[in-house]
């Protein structure tokens, strides 16, 4: 082993002694170090001295110097300084210089200096004098420069009354804008200029020649402002205005999960799980045609299964935008249409320790509510011909169907076989047939019985025979959450059939796929591509509203995408399933501005987000979206995809989770 000292920063108590000459010094110390004893293996390269460690790992390994640039090591910068401000700066005036797209590889630098208060008074008191006198002579003189004295006064004023009536400080500030490329051309800072000149930063950038060190060295995270202790390069500024100046130091927000994207005011990692959210699992995305909310949605599905192979991933996707991504990860899948049976009337067992955790669960009058909704829905759309007064009618019908499977309001009779549609038509027949039977006594409610019971069957008879349009929905349903990943493809559906018939499908399927929840541990991803197919269907709200609200007691997560923000505002049954999403995802949107603001409760900074996000063309390399997790608020956001992720999305190649799938 080998000994030896080296020079050490001085304390601040040494530092004292030193300028106190009759402190003496403490043993055979050099005033200007101290020795520190080091021990280290020969075997090993000597540890260097401290600002020779300080040096390899913030300075440059060389520097050239031009009149316009500086070349760092193998890149070039080239520095602007902050010469004028705004006169009344709006909070995060400063975020288009840090946050736009041609300011990315932009170093922001703000050297902020307190200034004494009562010293700042004094100085403005003579200002205030000075500038008094030049107007009263300018005016007199009818001078039209006494217009901007006049306006000079006014700041010098306003600056006074505020330092000398409230709590305020001034600082004085100096900014610096250091932009980077590999070589000299790229260093041109023409796009930051135009960027910081234009609202709401209104910065007056100016590049000095033959200083680009000195501001450079500014600009550097070793804090020294040489630059502007060559040229007072500094502008007194309030406190408020300062604070408006840093929205950037707030923001970041990650804990263990997937990536959803970059904090787009730091670049900072947005990292989160959906199933770490106390108030649910649930998330809604909207964005118009082409503005990328398919593509990242089927990011985060792809970084789902990367972090955690046991969730399960189900999508229902009308378009066939998700075969890709299904494909990519193995997924089943699932052509909905034809044969393959779908029963609405299906019902699984709640779990014993949810029906224990949740006082208020009701299996049995959810289910009810559910097929009457789905009913509702194909007398109004397919059968045109709205339940009405028949409603109570095929209700009874169906309960009674239940109840001759063995299924009632008991819990423990809902792993039964459940009942069809043709066990509700044959139950209707009975009814025709004999409604005294079924406890209908007078003759009143017996004509009642038989009539409904006759026009029920008249519309539901041919769409649920045997050779009917509707066959499969009358079977028993033909899938199970066996595999990993289930791609439900509605796309066949959509052609062959109109709206009506893909919307009652998509209802079908999504009770199918929540009754299926309750039945298995793992946590279920959900995404339901076009929304709007339930969301506008106003029959369907009640029955999504209370499967939104209970899903997170079968580790469910639901994901409504669709193209506006307009079907989860259209009734107090679809805004409240927009308030039980715990994330919520807006990508760019179509919508007037004072809408948007009202649907979502944002600001003007977040709308004008919002309305001029990036759709993620192939020249910007990544999309933008708003993102508002519950409890935390809305946050910003730029969506890349690694080469990888891309290929997997788009081409839908072989995905094998390995070191490679990184983001």
Known sequence: MIREKLPFPQTDDEQSNENDHSAPASGDEDSETREVTVEYDQSHEAVGTVPEIHQSLVAPSAIERTPAAIRTGDRWAKTLWAGEYPDAPMD????????????????????????????????????????????????????????????????????????RNTPMEAFDVSTYLAVRGEDRDDSDASDVITTARRAPANLTPVAPRWSQLDALTAASPIATDEFDETLDATTPMLGGAVGAMFPFVSGAFAEPGIEYGTYALNESPLILDRFARETGYCTMIIGRLGAGKSFATKLRLVRRAMYDEDTIVVMLDPMRGFAGVSEALGGEQITVGGTRGLNPLEIKPTPEHVLDAVEDLDPWGEQITWVMTFFGTFFEHVADNPLGERSQTLRRATQAAYRQQGITRDPATHAKASPTIRDVIAVLEDFAADPGEFGYET????????????????????????????????????????????????????????????????????????????????????????????????????FLETAVRHSRHFDLSLEFVTQTGGEFALTPEARTIANLCSITLLHRVNEEDDKIAQWFDLNDRQVSWVTSAKAGEDEDGYSEALIGIDQEGWFPLRIRASDYEASVIDGGGDFDGGADAGT
């Open 443 to 542: 003759d009143g409610e017996q004509q009642a019985v038989r009539r409904d019971a006759e026009s029920l069957l008249k519309d539901l008879r041919p769409s649920f025979r045997d050779e009917g349009a509707l066959a499969n929905l009358a079977k028993p349903t033909e899938f199970d959450l066996d595999s990993k990943v289930i791609y439900l493809d509605l796309h066949q559906e959509e052609g062959a059939q109109g709206r009506a018939e893909t919307t009652l499908t998509m209802q079908v399927l999504f009770n199918s796929v929540y009754e299926r929840v309750k039945q298995t541990e793992k946590k279920v991803v959900f995404t339901i591509d076009e929304a709007h197919y339930l969301m506008n269907d106003a029959s369907s709200l009640d």
């Open 92 to 163: 995060g005036f400063l975020e288009e210089v840090y946050a736009a797209a041609e300011t990315r590889t932009t170093d922001v630098s703000i050297h902020l200096d307190p200034r004494d208060t009562q010293a700042t008074l004094d100085t403005l008191e003579n200002r205030i004098e000075d500038l008094q006198a030049d107007l009263e002579y300018l005016t007199e003189k009818h001078r039209a420069s006494s217009r901007g004295v006049e306006k000079d006064l006014a700041d010098h004023e306003e600056m006074y009354d505020v330092l």
